[in-house]
């Protein structure tokens, strides 16, 4: 089995080609990825393949590259898969493309006027003004470039190596699909970077979230540290907690969480799953961070940030005892 090296000089862009040749070609080469500065004289052997990610590393990587390798440099294109929103705007819209330089702006918006030609596009240069008559900003993947006045933005993700560079590096490793094939495997990886690209953003909105309720449930705290928790608000607890799993097992977890702050003790999640399997309660990783993730939504614990780990608030110790009560009278 080949080897093909992937070089690049920034590891983010060399995370997305890798990922990409591996949904390609993962069952018949071995990759590679190395950034520039880890590219050493031994790394690459004679039999090898190697992709740069532009054409100036070519005389910058040449002393480490034997003669008898292919150079293949990737060309990239914009990924159709995480395109959808475009796809949905009216006709005739006034397009910022917004990227980390104007080179690469103005490739991408080439690259979205041949797909979506129903549009107008500006390669947006930071040297100059921002345009009055903009109704989208487009950009690949380089959402902290875009002021943040601006609410109409599509993120398509970072741009990907396009198919012609997909059909060069097929004919290299001797890949022996066909055509078709090679294209449907083309498409299932850009399906999957555009997949990363909906859990990215998804766990960004899911994070701001949580800040905004950790927020709240601390006002809460204060003030429901001593009183007890009204009827509804204990059904609409367990409603909640019910949508995601068995009740159950979030109890556990929260005596768990209770039995650390009576022991002025922190448990991390590899201790508390410790403990539930004592239980007889098996999770995973998985599992246990969506059910504590609901819980701070809730505001029955509180995460901390670094070494502060998760805690039982108030209002989930006050939970607990007034489930328990209620169970233990047949409620």
Known sequence: MRKLHVISIQKVYLDIVVNQLAEIFGDAIELSAITLQELTMDVIGEQDIVILSKEILKGITRPFIPESCPIIIANREVNIAATKELYKLQEGQQILVINDTIEHAVETAISLKNIYFEHDYIAYDPVDLMPSTINWIVTPGEMELVPREFENVIDIGPRTLDFKTVQETAKNVKCELEQVLL????????????????????????????????????????????????????????????????????????????????????????????????????????????????????????????RGGTKLSDKGETFLKQHNEASSVGF
């Open 183 to 306: 294209m449907n495997r083309y498409y299932k990886s850009q399906l999957a970077l555009a997949e990363k690209l909906v859990d990215k953003n998804e766990l960004q909105n899911k994070k701001m979230s949580v800040q905004q309720t950790t927020k709240r449930s601390k006002v809460e705290d204060r003030t429901e540290k001593n009183n007890p928790l009204p009827e509804e608000t204990m059904r609409s607890i367990i409603e909640k907690i019910e949508e995601h799993g068995f009740l159950e097992e979030s109890l556990a977890i929260l005596a768990i969480y209770k039995e650390a702050k009576e022991n002025f003790e922190s448990f991390g999640r590899a201790t508390v799953k410790l403990k539930l399997r004592d239980a007889g309660i098996t999770f995973s990783d998985q599992q246990l961070r969506l059910r504590l993730e609901i819980m701070q939504e809730i505001g029955l614990v509180n995460a901390r940030q670094g």
